[in-house]
């Protein structure tokens, strides 16, 4: 009979608590909810892999194909003692001690040097110091490596030099332009196997959410993401334009199934500017009322932004800008936006132009 295991009970959650990575039980979860400062369940980027080595010599704890599962977590291990000068810690679990943001190739890689230097991990198995038995350039240069993702986004890994990574991209946190208030869901759930005495629900709550237009800022460095891509100017513009797609088009997933959050954003603006980027979120400094004849805020918000752009462009000269255009709903250019575009793909189009002609040739 196979080992019993109580998820409520047997710590397989991992969490951050009190500064340190531990795992928790759903009823320790729970009853220490108010103590846990966040969930570190890693959640890659596109095309890269983001976790905890976890010291097995493959990926996601997986030893290699014929090898011991003793000699696969020692090879694991060698490869965190190999990173550089610095080992990578080792938690108690077996895992590092911080999350390693690596393209997804650069697993296969790591295995393939333990393969390559099987010969030398073994006799080091079941030494107390067996000392860096793995090309300790090899693996520090895997680790150091790059993805489009972490090339926009950044990563920080202090155990290794020259690992850190400042990411090109600012985003801000989304807010209402008006007074918001949260709108509170009364549900229940039934249970279909009640017994004779029982008639109540199985489980009853209420859940709160709230409804508005929102404003979203973000902004990308691109002489810090060239930098980052080594000065590749065709990756760097494909990378722009699809940073600018996806965050015109995707909306956060939570609680997805009982709300079903997808619409799009009914105007978007863009501007190039040769010095600092220029946030209108204090265009919205006063809550936006609702439009007096028709009602809702979407048309007094378009309106706030548009007359705060005409104003901060005129305070600032139109410095350093240039260029800036909108797309959205409106038939009609909204005055202090720039050029109207028709469409999402034609405004991130111009923008990206703008920020980086497209070379000659192939």
């Not at 073994?122 to 090309?135: I, N, Y």
């Not at 990308?220 to 797609?245: P, Q």
Request: hydrophobic share 35%; glycine share 10%.
């Amino acid at each position: 009979m196979s080992p019993s295991f109580s998820l409520r009970d047997a710590p397989w959650i991992p969490v951050r608590l009190a500064g340190q990575s531990t795992r928790l039980g759903l009823r320790a979860l729970f009853h220490r909810a108010h103590e846990i400062e966040d969930l570190e369940i890693p959640e890659p980027f596109d095309g890269a892999f983001s976790g905890r080595f976890d010291l097995f010599g493959g990926e996601c704890g997986r030893p290699p194909t014929g090898w011991p599962e003793d000699l696969a977590e020692f090879a694991g291990a060698q490869v965190a003692a190999c990173a550089g000068k610095k080992l990578l810690k080792k938690e108690k679990e077996g895992h590092t001690s911080v999350l390693l943001f690596l393209p997804a190739a650069a697993i296969d890689d790591l295995i393939a040097i333990c393969q390559e230097y099987r010969q030398d991990l073994e006799p080091g198995l079941g030494k107390k110091t067996p000392g860096q038995t793995l090309p300790v350039d090899r693996i520090s240069g895997i680790l150091k490596r790059r993805t489009a993702s972490i090339s926009l986004f950044g990563c920080m890994l202090a155990e290794i030099s020259d690992a850190n990574v400042d990411g090109s991209t600012q985003v801000a946190h989304a807010f209402t332009p008006h007074a918001s208030e949260p709108q509170r869901d009364y549900f229940t759930a039934v249970d279909d196997w009640l017994g004779e005495a029982e008639t109540g629900s199985g489980h009853l709550s209420t859940a709160e959410f709230s409804t508005g237009v929102f404003y979203r800022f973000a902004s990308v460095n691109i002489s810090d993401l060239l930098k980052n891509l080594s000065g590749d100017h065709k990756a760097t513009r494909t990378l722009v334009s699809s940073f600018a797609d996806h965050f015109l088009m995707s909306l956060p997933q939570a609680k997805k199934n009982s709300t079903a959050p997808h619409t799009i954003p009914d105007l978007a603006y863009a501007a190039v500017r040769t010095s600092r980027p220029l946030s209108l979120a204090a265009a919205f400094e006063q809550p936006v009322g609702s439009d007096p004849k028709n009602g809702g805020y979407s048309g007094p918000s378009r309106q706030a932004l548009g007359t705060y752009a005409r104003n901060i462009n005129r305070l600032t000269g139109n410095r350093q800008r240039t260029f800036h255009g909108h797309a959205g709903i409106d038939e009609r250019a909204i005055d202090g936006l720039g050029d109207r575009h028709e469409s999402f793909p034609s405004l991130i189009e111009a923008a990206v132009d703008a920020a980086l002609p497209a070379e000659d040739g192939p």
